[in-house]
């Protein structure tokens, strides 16, 4: 009995070591795989770590390359001074200011009297302006706006290393009023600094730019932005003038001044703004390099100007459906200059034209593209459709500033006739045209109706119509008085196709004859 026990004794021992054997080789085992698996773990964590790091331009490199841009190009940007003699009620831009900030009026004493405005007569003024330009010749050639120096007495330039007080007097090489650009001349003993011409086409949307000019007088004021946009036409009738749009910021004073490229090239002029307060709002824009080194080319040349071809039409810049769907596809004429090329080939208003010696032509500016670049004197031929039947018309070439010499230049005005204004269901209020009224608008006499105001909102706001307009035809009937126009608005339903054709002549615009549509609500 006491062997037994001594037995049992043992083998519980042998039993106990075994379990504390077993015990600690499983507690073994555990720590050996967690930390196999934490390890595998943390490797894991380490190397989806181990990411690229993103790199960017520090603001010092784009800061440094501006103003090594800024040091070259200034040199070159000058400040131009003017000295004007105006009427005391003369609207001018003046140089610097810019197209659309105060419109010069064609017919600014007609519409202050017609609308209840003040003028009156006084002696001379003398005008000062400001504005800037870029050398592009080492001879002293400088490219400028038009706007700058035109009708100026005397036109002196301050180079960015002359003395205080020291400038030197200009004259004018040419100018350019389609593209409001001119170029002119200073003498001077020395090789001048001069930018150098980059390709506008080259430029994108997005593309850091900028702007070189005399803001307000402060000469060699450098603003940064980008392109903002390409092919902005602002200007009604000014098919040569199609603007880079920019939001580096442009002032009065601005205006001539180069807009640089990051190469330092030039790629546009600053000619404009978009602005309710005649200071920068974040919209200018700038005549590309492409349409400068076309002009400065001509003006620089033998005659001294621009010399584009035409024959003699007008037509809306803009497509518009309901055109289309009343004329036919195509570039529909709303007028045809007396005595011009068009006129002589019997062509006419409302014809729509369709070909250009045989090739097709789907918009207005295909159409002067073509156009403009033949010489005045050449054959071309235009085909055209009719109240939708074709036909075709030889037709020579004329010189375009002569054909639209009175729109571009030529300051007409009227006055007040007696017929109590008419309303219109349409949104505008409209009057007839007295014969002296009809002379001094440059209309023909018993044709039209003039409008007189126009309610903001409607449908006759919508179309584009403003006081001052005169009224020819509505849907290809002829307007020739308040009773004419009472006829045919009468008949208008809603939802149908209206369109005016109309002579601009409100304030701010160029007094072409245009198509104004739009389908009645």
């Given amino acids: 009995m006491e062997l037994r026990a001594k037995v049992l004794w043992e083998r519980f021992k042998a039993n106990r070591l075994a379990s504390i054997l077993v015990i600690l080789l499983t507690l073994a085992m555990g720590i050996l795989i967690g930390t196999v698996v934490s390890g595998g773990v943390k490797g894991q964590e380490k190397k989806n770590t181990e990411a690229t790091p993103l790199s960017m331009p520090g603001p010092r490199q784009l800061s440094n390359q501006f103003s090594q841009i800024a040091k070259a190009v200034e040199p070159a940007v000058v400040n131009i001074n003017t000295e004007s003699t105006v009427k005391p009620t003369m609207r001018r831009r003046g140089g610097g200011q810019n197209p659309g900030e105060d419109e010069n009026s064609p017919f600014g004493d007609f519409f202050d009297k017609f609308f209840g405005g003040q003028s009156g007569n006084g002696a001379p003024i003398r005008e000062r302006s400001l504005g800037s330009g870029v050398i592009v010749d080492a001879k002293g050639f400088i490219v400028t706006n038009r706007h700058v120096v035109e009708k100026a007495d005397r036109i002196r330039v301050r180079l960015q290393d002359d003395p205080p007080g020291v400038q030197h007097d200009a004259k004018v090489i040419g100018s350019d009023q389609e593209t409001d650009l001119a170029v002119i001349k200073i003498d001077v003993d020395r090789s001048l600094p001069t930018a150098k011409l980059g390709n506008s086409d080259s430029m994108q949307v997005g593309d ?48 001539g001044g180069p807009l640089v490229n990051m190469d330092g090239e030039v790629i546009g002029i600053n000619t404009a703004i978009l602005t309710d307060t005649n200071a920068y709002a974040g919209v200018g824009f ?59 080939a019997g062509l006419k208003v409302g014809d729509t034209i369709v070909t250009v010696d045989g090739k097709p032509v789907k918009t207005g500016d295909e159409l002067v593209a073509d156009i403009a670049g033949r010489k005045p004197g050449s054959k071309v031929e235009i085909g055209y459709s009719r109240n939708g039947k074709k036909d075709d018309a030889s037709v020579t070439v004329g010189d375009r500033a002569k054909l639209f010499a009175s ?33 001094r608008l440059n209309v023909p006499s018993g044709q039209g109706v003039i409008v007189q105001e ?35 608005q009468s008949g208008l339903k809603s939802g149908q196709d209206v369109v005016f054709l109309v002579r601009q002549q409100g304030a701010g615009r160029n007094g072409g004859t245009i198509f104004l549509a739009g389908t009645l609500p």
């Fill in 407 to 439: 729109r571009l230049g030529e300051d007409d005005e009227g006055e007040e006739g007696e017929s109590a204004p008419k309303q219109s269901k349409m949104g505008l209020t409209v009057r007839s045209l007295t014969p002296e009224m009809a002379n």
């Fill in 286 to 344: 700038a005549l590309p390099s492409k349409t400068i080194a076309d002009v400065y080319n001509q003006l620089t040349g033998s005659e001294h100007r621009v010399q584009r071809g035409s024959i003699g039409i007008q037509f809306n810049a803009e497509e518009n459906p309901a055109i289309a769907r009343v004329y036919g596809s195509g570039i529909t004429i709303a007028m045809v200059v007396p005595g011009s090329p068009a006129d002589r």
């Fill in 454 to 488: 126009v309610k903001p909102n409607s449908f006759a706001d919508d179309v584009g119509l403003t006081r001052g307009d005169v009224i020819l035809e509505v849907n290809k009937q002829p307007i020739n008085s308040e009773e004419d126009f009472d006829r045919a």
């Fill in 208 to 255: 850091w730019v900028l702007a070189v000019g005399s803001p307000f007088g402060l000469q060699a004021t450098v603003t940064a932005g980008i392109v903002s946009a390409k092919g902005r036409n602002i200007v009604p009738l000014r098919q040569f003038q199609s603007f880079i749009q920019t939001d580096a910021a442009i002032n009065p004073g601005n205006s």
